[in-house]
């Protein structure tokens, strides 16, 4: 187990930490049992992982090198900054960047040995007349848009590359990639057109490995595998499908404490904009957790809405009304008086409460969930 903050912090504690009032626990073992469950599934092809926005939340620093001991050999990252801080960690691996070239940023991609994700005929050219001038052929993926409209190249764009052979002779294509708009919906027909565009690109290209699949492309079949694979929020225990029954082991624990308990009366209202309306005479406990951790305000309820429901054991106790900054509410009325008492624990992200739950009450997705979780809850690293 290791800790963020200086050990004096956690000195002479008990395991579940007496003075914090929140603690985020990020599980590497489960973070590695994802890994390898989606090689598996990938398999034969290489399985990469995609680590960026600091591991989705989860902390790079940590995530990158479990990740590299279960045997993941590429990484991707989305900026530079992102790839030079993973290159102090992982000196050996394989690492490349989504944003591509930025203009002047080549000789960088060099020094620390990183490879751009050139997403247009203009970031090829400058990357081989960089190579060129150096005299090296440096490694380099080239992202195609098959049908997304986001990064990559366009069709006539392949097309015009196709002909640029002194621009090729002059790097290393390692790998041509794109990537699928509609994977989380198994069904959808978009996933198989963009598939056949890809196949029908890449053959323009010069030969190199070739990859599509993210998380939830993975789960679309070995079709969709190529040589190499790119999932992120799977491996950080998200839900990739929406239709899917496959259920990644969950990775973040995000419990906070009972800071006070109090009865509320009947027809009393309960925090912010007096939203929340008591229809009987309750015990309410106050949380210390709040937007600043991450639990979004979108979480908040009002009269006649039902909210997230968060666990004190194995028993529900609701969110009432408004999440403020540092706190929440919640009606304990349910739980034994035992469990619900000042200092107890909350789980908000856990075994019982998910943070696709959590991100469905608040009108989002598992990622934003996971790459807003703050930076004040002790961050405690388990396994790995
Ligand atoms: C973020 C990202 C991934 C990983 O996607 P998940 O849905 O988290 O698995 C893969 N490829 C690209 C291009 C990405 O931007």
């Given at each position: 187990?290791?800790?963020?903050?200086?050990?004096e912090?956690?000195?002479?504690?008990?395991?579940?930490?007496?003075?914090?009032?929140?603690?985020?626990?990020?599980?590497?073992?489960?973070?590695?049992?994802?890994?390898?469950?989606?090689?598996?599934?990938?398999?034969p092809?290489?399985?990469?992982?995609?680590?960026?926005?600091?591991?989705?939340?989860?902390?790079?620093?940590?995530?990158?090198?479990?990740?590299?001991?279960?045997?993941?050999?590429?990484?991707?990252?989305?900026?530079?900054?992102?790839?030079?801080?993973?290159?102090?960690?992982?000196?050996?691996?394989?690492?490349?960047?989504?944003?591509?070239?930025?203009?002047?940023?080549?000789?960088?991609?060099?020094?620390?040995?990183l490879?751009?994700?050139?997403?247009?005929?203009?970031?090829?050219?400058?990357?081989?007349?960089?190579?060129?001038?150096?005299?090296?052929?440096?490694?380099?993926?080239?992202?195609?848009?098959?049908?997304?409209?986001?990064?990559?190249?366009?069709?006539?764009?392949?097309?015009?590359?196709?002909?640029?052979?002194?621009l090729?002779?002059?790097?290393?294509?390692?790998?041509?990639?794109?990537?699928?708009?509609?994977?989380?919906e198994?069904?959808?027909?978009?996933?198989?057109?963009?598939?056949?565009?890809?196949?029908?690109?890449?053959?323009?290209?010069?030969?190199?490995?070739?990859?599509?699949?993210?998380?939830?492309?993975?789960?679309?079949?070995?079709?969709?595998?190529?040589?190499?694979?790119?999932?992120?929020?799977?491996?950080?225990?998200?839900?990739?499908?929406?239709?899917?029954?496959?259920?990644?082991?969950?990775?973040?624990?995000?419990?906070?404490?009972?800071?006070?308990?109090r009865?509320?009366?009947?027809?009393?209202?309960?925090?912010?904009?007096?939203?929340?309306?008591?229809?009987?005479?309750?015990?309410?406990?106050?949380?210390?957790?709040?937007?600043?951790?991450?639990?979004?305000?979108?979480?908040?309820?009002?009269?006649?809405?039902?909210?997230?429901?968060?666990?004190?054991?194995?028993?529900?106790?609701?969110?009432?009304?408004?999440?403020?900054?540092?706190?929440?509410?919640?009606?304990?009325?349910?739980?034994?008086?035992?469990?619900?008492?000042?200092?107890?624990?909350?789980?908000?992200?856990?075994?019982?409460?998910?943070?696709?739950?959590m991100?469905?009450?608040?009108?989002?997705?598992?990622?934003?969930?996971?790459?807003?979780?703050g930076?004040?809850?002790?961050?405690?690293?388990?396994?790995?």
């Amino acid at each position: 187990m290791s800790l963020e903050r200086p050990p004096e912090a956690a000195s002479g504690e008990r395991e579940d930490g007496a003075s914090e009032t929140a603690i985020l626990t990020i599980d590497l073992d489960a973070l590695i049992a994802n890994y390898r469950r989606l090689r598996d599934l990938a398999s034969p092809a290489e399985c990469a992982a995609v680590v960026k926005a600091d591991a989705y939340g989860l902390g790079m620093a940590l995530a990158a090198p479990a990740l590299s001991r279960a045997g993941c050999k590429t990484f991707f990252v989305a900026t530079l900054g992102e790839a030079r801080a993973l290159r102090a960690l992982l000196p050996d691996a394989a690492i490349y960047v989504f944003a591509g070239l930025m203009p002047g940023t080549a000789e960088l991609y060099r020094a620390h040995d990183l490879r751009p994700v050139l997403n247009s005929a203009e970031e090829i050219g400058e990357w081989a007349s960089f190579c060129a001038m150096r005299g090296e052929k440096l490694a380099c993926a080239v992202h195609i848009d098959s049908g997304m409209n986001r990064l990559g190249l366009s069709a006539d764009e392949v097309d015009r590359m196709a002909h640029a052979r002194d621009l090729w002779q002059a790097v290393t294509l390692s790998l041509v990639m794109s990537h699928l708009a509609c994977a989380d919906e198994p069904t959808h027909p978009k996933s198989e057109a963009q598939r056949k565009a890809f196949d029908r690109l890449r053959a323009k290209l010069p030969m190199a490995l070739a990859s599509l699949a993210n998380s939830a492309g993975i789960l679309l079949g070995r079709a969709y595998a190529y040589d190499l694979v790119r999932p992120g929020i799977a491996l950080y225990g998200g839900k990739p499908a929406r239709q899917s029954d496959h259920h990644f082991h969950p990775v973040v624990h995000l419990k906070g404490r009972i800071l006070q308990v109090r009865k509320v009366a009947e027809g009393e209202t309960v925090g912010y904009g007096a939203t929340h309306t008591m229809k009987r005479p309750s015990r309410v406990a106050i949380v210390s957790v709040g937007y600043a951790d991450g639990f979004f305000r979108s979480l908040s309820t009002k009269d006649g809405q039902e909210g997230l429901v968060v666990y004190i054991g194995s028993h529900t106790a609701p969110i009432l009304g408004r999440v403020s900054m540092d706190l929440i509410t919640i009606d304990v009325s349910l739980v034994p008086e035992e469990l619900s008492r000042r200092g107890a624990w909350v789980e908000l992200i856990g075994p019982n409460v998910s943070a696709q739950a959590m991100a469905h009450h608040a009108g989002t997705i598992d990622y934003e969930i996971l790459t807003n979780l703050g930076r004040r809850a002790l961050r405690r690293y388990v396994g790995g």
